[in-house]
């Protein structure tokens, strides 16, 4: 953990991978946890900053989230990986409040592949018996870019509105603190990928990363085309308003 910059000797958490669910997020942390230099938190996803109860009354105690870290003796950064941190808007500004030096990795995926993604891991489970397309009906018609608490679960479209997330953190958070990624980078080239956390982590990079993928498994239904091409059409400024953001050609999430 690195210095708090407030006082100058409290430790704090020196970054997070803040989102997004079913991006990568877990490969990731896998990964991560296998550098010497860098302590994961003791679990995948401690959720402390978008936890509207823990924070009703104020801030909590520090000591509480740090009790979730156990770094061995050389590590020299902490960090954790909450996919909701990036989507529920309150826990920027609390990450900020936090620690105002956290540095962010976002991992995007295609926003109607994740949507289907999270369906799917849901089916799969038995908390959603609806069909997709029924799904994100719902969804549109009760708003689909309004985040709801209530509606965690079921968020398949507010989730992928990638750009004003980013937006929102870019307005509380340096350029240089934000890594934005491709979960398409992370698939296709982990090696390349994890040694761009690296450097922009500042600890030496790693080349021996393993296998990145998480989470793979059958579909429980295909994604049709009159379904993906209707959320093509919804998600569409988005991606118009993340590619300015990044510089990115998103062109294969619109196709």
């Not at 105690?61 to 003796?73: E, K, N, T, V």
């Not at 590619?243 to 294969?252: H, K, M, R, V």
Request: some cysteine.
């Amino acid at each position: 953990m690195g210095p708090n910059p407030a006082t100058g000797d409290e430790s704090n958490v020196d970054f997070v991978i803040g989102g997004v669910q079913k991006g990568g997020t877990t490969a990731l942390d896998r990964l991560l946890r296998r550098h010497p230099d860098v302590a994961m938190a003791s679990v995948k996803e401690p959720k402390w900053f978008d936890d509207d109860r823990r924070f009703a009354h104020g801030p909590p105690a520090r000591s509480g989230y740090h009790a979730l870290f156990d770094p061995p003796p050389e590590a020299r950064l902490a960090g954790e990986a909450t996919p909701t941190y990036c989507w529920w808007p309150p826990a920027a500004q609390r990450i900020r409040d936090y620690n105002p030096a956290m540095k962010w990795i976002l991992l995007f995926r295609d926003p109607v592949t994740r949507a289907h993604s999270q369906w799917n891991m849901r089916r799969t489970d038995g908390s959603a018996q609806e069909s997709f397309a029924r799904a994100v009906d719902e969804e549109i018609r009760r708003g689909a870019e309004v985040p709801v608490r209530n509606n965690v679960g079921t968020s398949y479209l507010s989730r992928g509105f990638y750009a004003q997330q980013l937006e929102r953190i870019l307005g509380l958070f340096p350029r240089e603190q934000v890594l934005p990624l491709r979960s398409e980078w992370l698939r296709d080239d982990p090696s390349a990928t994890l040694r761009r956390v690296h450097a922009f982590l500042g600890v030496e990079p790693m080349d021996d990363t393993g296998p990145a993928e998480a989470h793979v498994g059958a579909y429980a239904e295909p994604l049709d085309a009159a379904t993906r091409a209707r959320l093509v059409r919804l998600f569409e400024a988005d991606v118009r308003r993340l590619e300015a953001l990044t510089g990115w050609d998103l062109a294969d999430w619109l196709s």
